[in-house]
């Protein structure tokens, strides 16, 4: 599939999740095989008033392309200007939250809130397409609830004022992110629009990523909470679209190292007592599945320098010693 310009190998992308898809996950994503990324959503109008933390949530590295940066706000001018500014940091695509169900976000006007307001939104796909080069897509859900589900119009909107594709999250606001995802919503989007449409939404494993491909006829699928802490699962879905070959999850070794050259990276990115910090939940992650997780996880989530992840990947492989 192609954004603009941008061609996307139809396999598997990963979400905007905050506080998640980070520089450095999005780097292991990308070793596994992602095909596209999008950032973690920035404030267009902490941007607006210089924003250093906001700044720091654009950085991209270039082994992570093609990758876009994600901006949210409620006022055309201030969103486009964000946009102009995120030029800087030389993203591939600039991407507009239409849906974050979060009430800091939603309850101020951005985010989901802008379903309730077509028009509005509609403006800032308009003026932002207008401020940059780059191709600029949206990503929004089916609606603002049951009794206002409006993707379909909502989706025609966004096309008509420039966007160049559309992700489309199958729940509606006030379902957050509580199942069942609604997959025919995504596919009447799909067939309302001449835009490339991503499906985004209970994508977790193999399976459903090819479901959601099948049903909705979508041009690619993300996957946002199904990478956390499995994030090979991109390669794992390549390889199936391919040739129809299900890879093994990665023996506990491999899980290991993944997970310390992970919590390295945010080292490298954000210096270990932050890092250190964050890294917490993706241990916590990682430890999915395995004999003693629920121990570990709280082991994980004590670690405070890089020395404490060490300790925590020894333990786990001597306590599956047999089966690694």
């Not at 559309?166 to 997959?183: E, N, S």
């Not at 917490?280 to 004590?302: C, L």
């Amino acid at each position: 599939m192609r954004i603009g310009k941008i061609e996307i190998e139809r396999t598997a992308a990963l979400a905007p999740m905050a506080g998640v898809a980070d520089s450095a996950f999005r780097q292991i994503c990308k070793q596994f095989g992602a095909a596209y990324m999008v950032g973690e959503m920035a404030s267009a109008k902490g941007m607006h008033y210089s924003d250093r933390k906001t700044a720091r949530l654009l950085g991209v590295n270039d082994v992570e392309r093609p990758v876009a940066v994600q901006l949210f706000g409620d006022e055309p001018e201030i969103v486009a200007e964000a946009a102009k500014k995120a030029l800087a940091f030389c993203p591939d695509v600039i991407d507009i939250n239409m849906g974050c169900p979060a009430p800091k976000v939603a309850g101020n006007g951005g985010g989901a809130a802008l379903m309730k307001n077509v028009a509005l939104a509609a403006r800032i796909t308009e003026a932002t397409v207008k401020a940059v080069d780059l191709p600029v897509t949206v990503k929004f859900r089916k609606g603002w609830d049951d009794a206002h589900v409006n993707a379909v119009e909502f989706a025609r909107a966004m096309e008509q004022s420039g966007a160049a594709a559309l992700t489309v999250h199958g729940r509606t606001r006030m379902q957050y992110y509580a199942p069942p995802v609604d997959l025919d919503i995504i596919a009447a989007v799909k067939a309302a629009v001449s835009i490339p449409v991503i499906g985004n939404g209970d994508c977790i494993d193999i399976q459903s990523v090819v479901n959601m491909y099948d049903y909705t006829k979508c041009d690619l699928v993300m996957i946002g909470r199904g990478a956390l802490g499995s994030p090979w699962i991109f390669s794992q879905v390549a390889r199936y679209l391919k040739d129809g070959v299900t890879l093994p999850t990665p023996n506990l070794q491999t899980r290991m190292d993944v997970m310390l050259r992970h919590i390295s990276l945010i080292c490298e990115n954000k210096g270990e007592r932050q890092a250190m910090r964050e890294a917490r939940k993706h241990a916590a992650w990682y430890m999915k599945g395995m004999r003693g997780a629920a121990a570990f996880r709280k082991q994980a989530g004590a670690l405070t320098v890089f020395d404490d992840a060490r300790r925590l990947a020894d333990d786990v492989l001597a306590a599956n010693s047999d089966i690694f």
